[in-house]
């Protein structure tokens, strides 16, 4: 009988037989698979070695590893791909590139699908560029050398230093070499020149100070002396003058600057005023005081139609420019008070006179300022017989008027002799010197009926002494004007004369005879022309003559007159 365990001990040498049966023939078949997979893994190695070999051929052709740049020339991305229309941008992780310093910069260039690294080289081999300029000092002054040259050209920083420093302590002209020293160790060396003063070419005074000596300019010299004035320059006026000196034989040019520097001195005082009124800065200054010509401004204009008190800044600003600010207060108020008009009458004039409508008459109101008189006398005609109203208008600057009327009477013109013989007394007082005879005393009357009176072609006759104070007063006439004028002046002076006319025809003509103590001869005041005569003194033969060329203008009748020389 077959214990457990003895069935056990056998199922388990019948499986171990089974077990081996299938293990050979599992081994058989995996060693055959074996042998396939590794032939199949092995080609899709050598496949993909391959792809990735090329792959990467293809990645390393699209960037150069190293590019050179010539100082300032403008670097792109483009600079580094082979192929520019292939997209292409550095990477974040580059170095700045700076091409004005020369040196290597790494960059990364983003092309296809990696980043590739290049070298950037920038070089300097062009040496810098400049111009030579001349330099004035004055002795004892020094300066850097970038002072002697301008212009200067390179991509890179430049560096200026003396060859040889010069002599700063040696007046006169010297040659000065400079040397550019650019980044990538290129030189060249320009040429200047360096000029040293014995005087200070630059000055500068304060506005308000007294005129400069020589010791102010001359720095160093035995014999100095000015050939500009300086004595005559304007001390309150800033401004630049050119100061010519003469030092050791030799011409200076010095420039003198007078500059404001001191702000005015400003004060100021509150205005009580009325709404509307204008108001200017100048109307709150109490005092400024400068050297300079100074204006006055408000910083913000006030606001006159606003009742009350508001606050205001005035500037003082002189010719320096310099400013000094106060404060003040503006107050306002209401006018409502009509001016006062007072002194109005009637009036009375001559025909043809004129009129000072405003003699004696007076406004007042509360507020002076921007008052102001009218009169309308539209209606009165000073030509004119007649009384005529006027009225007067007072007005001021808030608008309140005041009216009041009155006449004017023009009345006609009565003609005084004694009035004329006293106008004509203070025209020979004029013209008439003591110790003078009677013919000197008739060419002072002469030349000045000549002078004085304007030709007009018409006048009324038959009154001389209107005619006379025509002449004497309004200074206009005819030739009868001119014989009344001659004749009153003539009469005060103590020469005896007669009126004289022509015989009436188309035209007519009035002069004067006149006896100094040796006969009557011929005296005529009215201008002619075109020849312009000097009618004085003259005899029958020359006046006749005179007369037969010139249409017989002074053709009388004799029997009417005494004999003439």
Known sequence: METKEDMDTGIKQENGEQKQDGQEQTERLSASSRRHGIWIAGAVVAAVLVLLAAFFLYENSLVYRECYAEAGVEVSVADFVKNPDKPAYFAEDSDVVDVSVPGEYHVKIKAGYFSHDSTLHITDTIAPEGEGVKVNLELGQECAADEFVTAIKDATKVTVSYVEKPDFELPGEQEVEILLTDLGGNTTTVAAELFISQVVTELTLEAGSKPPVLSDFVIEGEDAAFLTDVDKFDYTVPTDHKVELRVDGNDYEAMLHIVDTVAPMLTVHDVRSFTTLTRTADDFVVSVEDVTEVKTAFVVDPDVTVIGEQELEICATDAGGNQTVKTAKLILEEDKEAPVISGVTNLSVIVGSAVSYKKNVTVTDNCQEGLSLTVDNSAVNL????????????????????????????????????????????????????????????????????????????????????????????????????????????????????????????????????????????FDTTPRRPDHPHICMWTEEQLMAYSASHSNSHNYDHSQYPEVN
């Open 383 to 522: 030509n004119l017989e007649g009384t005529y109203p006027i009225i007067y208008i007072a007005k001021d600057a808030s608008g309140n008027e005041t009216r009041a009327e009155a006449s004017v009477t023009v009345r006609p013109r009565v003609y005084d002799e004694n009035e004329v013989n006293a106008i004509a007394d203070g025209v020979l007082a004029q013209i008439i010197s003591p110790g003078m005879d009677l013919g000197q005393k008739l060419e002072a009357i002469y030349g000045y009926v000549q002078s004085h009176v304007s030709y007009t072609g018409h006048s009324e006759k038959g009154n001389w002494i209107r005619a006379a104070y025509e002449g004497l007063v309004d200074g206009k006439g005819d030739c009868y004007v001119y014989a009344s004028t001659s004749k009153v002046l003539l009469t005060r002076a103590g020469i005896a004369n007669i009126d004289i006319a022509k015989i009436p025809s188309r035209t007519s003509h009035y002069w004067n005879l006149v006896n100094v103590g040796n006969g009557w001869y011929h």
